[in-house]
């Protein structure tokens, strides 16, 4: 399960393309308008989940881009803020620090009760309480450049249990003293739902939000499916492409975020025995949503591929493995 870091090294680009639903579609990923209706570009760049971010919106009317600009970066901030450990004052930093949350925000409950959904999908293999790990792998490899000792991570074990979290519409609480979560592994793809939604509703029905994660509206501009390039985390190379329409891709990767230069230690643990997962080298999930995409994502990089194919069959979704031996192993699609 990812913990959430300091480290910022590897961030990528985020950016939102969309193109509002007028006329017919060219193909030059632009809409065909009257000579009176002339599309315009209309773009925002900042950053966004710590990462330097870009919206583009094609649109016959400049003020009502501007306006789905604003309203898509407002509501972006405002999830941002409920969800960071970087924030000391978002609901979960106050959930972590008091070990409970009274009247949460609507977004905290739904993102806590899909990530026990989740949790409990995956027989423990996603588990947002694996913040306690992170803080004992940090610690430990700041201070003396080695992992923890095996009876530090098995009492820091005690603290991980996603079952110890109650969820109520009133209050939040941890059922164990010392808990602590992170959303690292959901809450990108959460986000990306959210603001994908926000675009539909606003008459973009073309749309790639690329937040952390991935999530395609419609098809292509250009009248073909959206089409992602997977990347080899050992190096900058592609190992080939996944193409979608209407659905949502994340990728999780030990070697995007490790303690050590060895890439043995890094932020993904298996929640049940407190170790860096190092069965494969990279998962990808293609799912309706980007929140379930994440979570399986992450779980699937722990879980034996069985056990992650039962899985995929039975909530519909596709993935497929990088292994160690850097091949591609197309396991099943939606």
Same mark, same amino acid.
Request: charged share 20%.
């Given at each position: 399960?990812?913990?959430?870091?300091?480290?910022?090294?590897?961030?990528?680009?985020?950016?939102?393309?969309?193109?509002?639903?007028?006329?017919?579609?060219?193909?030059? $990923?632009?809409?065909?308008?009257?000579?009176?209706?002339?599309?315009?570009?209309?773009?925002?760049?900042?950053?966004?989940?710590?990462?330097?971010?870009?919206?583009?919106?094609?649109?016959?009317?400049?003020?009502? $881009?501007?306006?789905?600009?604003?309203?898509?970066?407002?509501?972006?901030?405002?999830?941002?803020?409920?969800?960071?450990?970087?924030?000391?004052?978002?609901?979960?930093?106050?959930?972590?620090?008091?070990?409970?949350?009274?009247?949460?925000?609507?977004?905290?409950?739904?993102?806590?009760?899909? /990530?026990?959904?989740?949790?409990?999908?995956?027989?423990?293999?996603?588990?947002?309480?694996?913040?306690?790990?992170?803080?004992?792998?940090?610690?430990?490899?700041?201070?003396?450049?080695?992992?923890?000792?095996?009876?530090?991570?098995?009492?820091?074990?005690?603290?991980?249990?996603?079952?110890?979290? /109650?969820?109520? !519409?009133?209050?939040?609480?941890?059922?164990?003293?010392?808990?602590?979560?992170?959303?690292?592994?959901?809450?990108?793809?959460?986000?990306?739902?959210?603001?994908?939604?926000?675009?539909?509703?606003?008459?973009?029905?073309?749309?790639?939000?690329?937040?952390?994660?991935?999530?395609?509206?419609?098809?292509?501009?250009?009248?073909?499916?959206?089409?992602?390039?997977?990347?080899?985390?050992?190096?900058?190379?592609?190992?080939?492409?996944?193409?979608?329409?209407?659905? %949502?891709?994340?990728?999780? %990767?030990?070697?995007?975020?490790?303690?050590?230069?060895?890439?043995?230690?890094?932020?993904?643990?298996?929640?049940?025995?407190?170790?860096?997962?190092?069965?494969?080298?990279?998962? /990808?999930?293609?799912?309706?949503?980007?929140?379930?995409?994440? $979570?399986? $994502?992450?779980?699937?990089?722990?879980?034996?591929?069985?056990?992650?194919? !039962?899985?995929?069959?039975?909530?519909?979704?596709?993935?497929?493995?990088?292994?160690?031996?850097?091949?591609?192993?197309?396991?099943?699609?939606?």
């Amino acid at each position: 399960m990812a913990a959430l870091h300091n480290n910022k090294t590897r961030r990528r680009l985020l950016k939102i393309i969309g193109v509002a639903s007028i006329g017919a579609i060219s193909g030059t $990923a632009l809409v065909k308008l009257t000579k009176e209706e002339t599309l315009k570009k209309v773009t925002w760049k900042g950053i966004a989940l710590g990462s330097p971010a870009e919206i583009t919106i094609y649109h016959s009317n400049q003020r009502e $881009a501007e306006n789905i600009l604003s309203d898509s970066y407002k509501k972006l901030v405002e999830l941002e803020n409920l969800f960071s450990l970087y924030n000391n004052n978002s609901q979960l930093s106050m959930l972590n620090k008091n070990g409970y949350l009274k009247n949460p925000h609507p977004d905290m409950i739904e993102l806590l009760n899909l /990530s026990k959904k989740y949790a409990e999908i995956t027989n423990g293999a996603f588990d947002i309480t694996v913040q306690p790990l992170w803080h004992l792998y940090n610690d430990a490899f700041t201070k003396t450049e080695e992992p923890p000792l095996d009876s530090e991570i098995e009492y820091t074990l005690n603290l991980v249990d996603w079952k110890s979290i /109650s969820v109520d !519409k009133n209050i939040i609480n941890y059922e164990k003293k010392g808990m602590s979560s992170t959303l690292n592994g959901i809450a990108q793809g959460y986000i990306t739902d959210k603001i994908s939604e926000n675009l539909i509703n606003s008459g973009i029905n073309n749309t790639l939000v690329q937040l952390g994660e991935y999530r395609g509206i419609g098809d292509h501009p250009d009248r073909r499916p959206w089409r992602l390039l997977l990347s080899n985390p050992e190096h900058t190379d592609s190992i080939g492409e996944i193409e979608f329409t209407n659905a %949502a891709v994340a990728t999780s %990767a030990g070697l995007g975020t490790p303690f050590d230069l060895s890439g043995k230690h890094h932020h993904i643990f298996d929640p049940k025995n407190g170790y860096s997962a190092n069965n494969y080298l990279q998962v /990808s999930v293609l799912a309706k949503t980007a929140a379930e995409a994440d $979570a399986l $994502a992450t779980a699937f990089l722990i879980l034996d591929k069985k056990v992650s194919k !039962k899985i995929a069959t039975k909530q519909k979704v596709g993935f497929e493995i990088l292994t160690n031996q850097r091949k591609r192993n197309i396991i099943t699609s939606i």
